[in-house]
């Protein structure tokens, strides 16, 4: 017998407190549990990004689930749903250097433990929320829910929609949460608009869609690392076109090595501000799951600059913003000017799916160096390349060791993979691990180099499934551009060029996608696809069509019953 557990939580909202309704329920993948409850809290934080100056989203509600692999559904009862009274709109772009925008505060909770968490936007073609009309942006209020403005290569800025690809399912944040009698479980829910925000090719314009890859911070458990970087080597931030020698788009990253000891990664990354150059990388996570404190290794890197690695920098458990903050040097740190640089792309476009990325990384001289993350970009979904090639400095990188006192002794050091040159490995938006790395050589004369992507690696107990069907067109001619779009968890992992048969008037189409199987279930193995289609030279938003049936593989490497159809106008 399903057990209905009605609660009221409580939700304040720009200091206003409210009360709601919501439903839990337990049965097969559903919750189990009874009273007491405890308190939730979730706020939300960013990366930064070089080409935004503003990002909007609007929030309009959130789910829970003690399942981690528990399918999303509006009717489904064993979700705990909380639908905001109003809708919120933020700035992901203003949420960098430590700052949290407070998005539920005392949601009160049954307590045990959660699996995932689903944030539900309203999305660029919903009607216009009150408070996105309520925000101002360079060309007044507000054009959508969720926004971008970007300044293009002369300094103009420009705004766009941007695209939510959440296909009614929302944007899910996987981790187990617990909720305890008398302790509130506090969240930081990190967005990263540098790899969550893609530029994709549409036509002659560009269109910007959300492929967000959410993280979170317990904020029980949170440390701090600042610092300064001196701003007489950096490129006035009023200055677009950075003329001379001077470093711009300076970044700071924290990272710890990875759990399979291979490499390291970006756990946090913050920009600097651009008049005082000082930086804070918050929340960080202080202890691992062992309760051992972690130390990070700082990289600051830039345009124009070299590499800057700065190794063991310590943390404390409890770290807030104005409070027990690891300063890296007691002095602004002076960066090296490296003025020369260059791009890299691919040569080819990324398999076997579109929607992936690609890291750039540095290893330090000596045994038993594994490789920095230098630099990450997402691929178009749409292409399967950069939209913008990477850019890479020609430099040797500037390595210091932490010391609790003094200035850092920074040297000059050769990397393994040589000055200028970046072990760089691929990796797919799901069930595929990092590709064996290449080695990419620095190329200033032709400015731009390319590479062939190495193929990402398919998880264990991942097949490779096959999908097939049909796409029925009943207005052939009137859309001669069009992609079929696949999404999981409001994540676009794939697209197929679909061009040439709208101009046939439709017909058979294979495509394929990560499948689990009978032995070896792949629960997350279930996708939605929904047709893109426009007609080149006209220019306005392509037209999106929904695929109501779904792409079920979690048990089963073949589909042969997919249809997509257009019907006339």
């Given at each position: 017998?399903?057990?209905?557990?009605?609660?009221?939580?409580?939700?304040?909202?720009?200091?206003?407190?409210?009360?709601?309704?919501?439903?839990?329920?337990?049965?097969?993948?559903?919750?189990?549990?009874?009273?007491?409850?405890?308190?939730?809290?979730?706020?939300?934080?960013?990366?930064?990004?070089?080409?935004?100056?503003?990002?909007?989203?609007?929030?309009?509600?959130?789910?829970?689930?003690?399942?981690?692999?528990?399918?999303?559904?509006?009717?489904?009862?064993?979700?705990?749903?909380?639908?905001?009274?109003?809708?919120?709109?933020?700035?992901?772009?203003?949420?960098?250097?430590?700052?949290?925008?407070?998005?539920?505060?005392?949601?009160?909770?049954?307590?045990?433990?959660?699996?995932?968490?689903?944030?539900?936007?309203?999305?660029?073609?919903?009607?216009?929320?009150?408070?996105?009309?309520?925000?101002?942006?360079a060309s007044g209020a507000l054009q959508w829910n969720d926004q971008v403005e970007y300044a293009d290569a002369a300094g103009a800025l420009h705004e766009a929609a941007l695209e939510v690809e959440d296909d009614g399912k929302g944007l899910r944040l996987h981790g187990m949460f617990s909720v305890r009698a008398g302790t509130p479980l506090n969240l930081a829910v990190d967005f990263n608009l540098q790899d969550d925000i893609v530029p994709v090719d549409e036509d002659d314009t560009t269109a910007f869609i959300l492929k967000p890859n959410l993280q979170y911070f317990d904020m029980a458990n949170t440390g701090a690392i600042g610092g300064q970087v001196d701003t007489s080597s950096l490129c006035r931030e009023e200055d677009d076109d950075h003329v001379g020698s001077c470093a711009f788009n300076v970044e700071v990253q924290a990272e710890l090595i990875a759990p399979d000891g291979t490499r390291h990664f970006a756990a946090r990354?913050?920009?600097?501000?651009?008049?005082?150059?000082?930086?804070?990388?918050?929340?960080?996570?202080?202890?691992?799951?062992?309760?051992?404190?972690?130390?990070?290794?700082?990289?600051?890197?830039?345009?124009?600059?070299?590499?800057?690695?700065?190794?063991?920098?310590?943390?404390?458990?409890?770290?807030?913003?104005?409070?027990?903050?690891?300063?890296?040097?007691?002095?602004?740190?002076?960066?090296?000017?490296?003025?020369?640089?260059?791009?890299?792309?691919?040569?080819?476009?990324?398999?076997?799916?579109?929607?992936?990325?690609?890291?750039?990384?540095?290893?330090?001289?000596?045994?038993?160096?594994?490789?920095?993350?230098?630099?990450?970009?997402?691929?178009?979904?749409?292409?399967?390349?950069?939209?913008?090639?990477?850019?890479?400095?020609?430099?040797?990188?500037?390595?210091?060791?932490?010391?609790?006192?003094?200035?850092?002794?920074?040297?000059?050091?050769?990397?393994?993979?040589?000055?200028?040159?970046?072990?760089?490995?691929?990796?797919?938006?799901?069930?595929?691990?990092?590709?064996?790395?290449?080695?990419?050589?620095?190329?200033?004369?032709?400015?731009?180099?390319?590479?062939?992507?190495?193929?990402?690696?398919?998880?264990?107990?991942?097949?490779?499934?096959?999908?097939?069907?049909?796409?029925?067109?009943?207005?052939?001619?009137?859309?001669?551009?069009?992609?079929?779009?696949?999404?999981?968890?409001?994540?676009?992992?794939?697209?197929?060029?679909?061009?040439?048969?709208?101009?046939?008037?439709?017909?058979?189409?294979?495509?394929?996608?990560?499948?689990?199987?009978?032995?070896?279930?792949?629960?997350?193995?279930?996708?939605?696809?929904?047709?893109?289609?426009?007609?080149?030279?006209?220019?306005?938003?392509?037209?999106?069509?929904?695929?109501?049936?779904?792409?079920?593989?979690?048990?089963?490497?073949?589909?042969?019953?997919?249809?997509?159809?257009?019907?006339?106008?």
């Open positions: 017998m399903r057990q209905i557990l009605r609660i009221a939580p409580v939700l304040i909202l720009g200091g206003i407190a409210l009360s709601l309704s919501s439903c839990g329920g337990g049965g097969s993948g559903g919750m189990s549990v009874t009273p007491p409850y405890g308190a939730f809290n979730m706020a939300v934080t960013d990366g930064p990004s070089d080409n935004f100056k503003h990002a909007w989203v609007t929030l309009r509600a959130i789910a829970l689930h003690t399942d981690p692999d528990h399918d999303w559904s509006p009717n489904d009862n064993s979700w705990v749903k909380v639908s905001l009274p109003t809708p919120i709109t933020f700035d992901l772009a203003q949420l960098s250097n430590g700052k949290l925008n407070q998005i539920v505060q005392n949601l009160t909770l049954p307590t045990g433990d959660y699996g995932q968490i689903r944030l539900f936007l309203d999305g660029p073609d919903d009607p216009l929320d009150a408070s996105a009309s309520a925000i101002q942006s990354t913050t920009a600097i501000n651009g008049d005082s150059g000082h930086f804070l990388l918050y929340p960080l996570m202080a202890t691992d799951n062992t309760g051992k404190p972690l130390s990070y290794d700082v990289v600051i890197r830039g345009r124009r600059m070299a590499t800057m690695i700065i190794r063991g920098v310590p943390t404390t458990n409890g770290a807030t913003p104005t409070s027990g903050v690891t300063q890296v040097q007691s002095t602004p740190i002076t960066v090296t000017p490296a003025p020369q640089e260059y791009q890299a792309q691919f040569s080819s476009l990324l398999q076997p799916l579109t929607g992936g990325s690609a890291v750039f990384q540095e290893t330090l001289a000596g045994a038993g160096e594994v490789p920095y993350e230098i630099r990450w970009a997402g691929t178009d979904p749409f292409t399967g390349f950069f939209k913008y090639p990477v850019w890479l400095e020609n430099a040797p990188v500037q390595f210091a060791t932490y010391g609790s006192s003094g200035a850092l002794a920074f040297a000059p050091v050769t990397p393994q993979e040589g000055v200028g040159s970046y072990a760089v490995a691929t990796n797919e938006a799901a069930y595929y691990t990092l590709s064996h790395p290449v080695t990419i050589a620095s190329s200033i004369s032709p400015l731009v180099t390319t590479f062939a992507p190495p193929v990402p690696i398919l998880a264990t107990g991942v097949v490779n499934g096959t999908v097939s069907g049909t796409l029925a067109v009943a207005n052939s001619g009137h859309f001669d551009h069009g992609m079929l779009v696949i999404t999981r968890y409001g994540d676009v992992i794939d697209s197929i060029d679909v061009s040439s048969l709208l101009a046939a008037g439709g017909g058979p189409i294979t495509f394929n996608l990560p499948a689990g199987s009978a032995s070896t279930p792949q629960m997350g193995a279930y996708y939605l696809a929904y047709l893109r289609v426009w007609r080149g030279g006209e220019h306005h938003r392509a037209k999106f069509i929904s695929i109501p049936s779904v792409i079920d593989l979690r048990t089963t490497s073949t589909v042969s019953n997919f249809t997509a159809s257009i019907q006339a106008d």
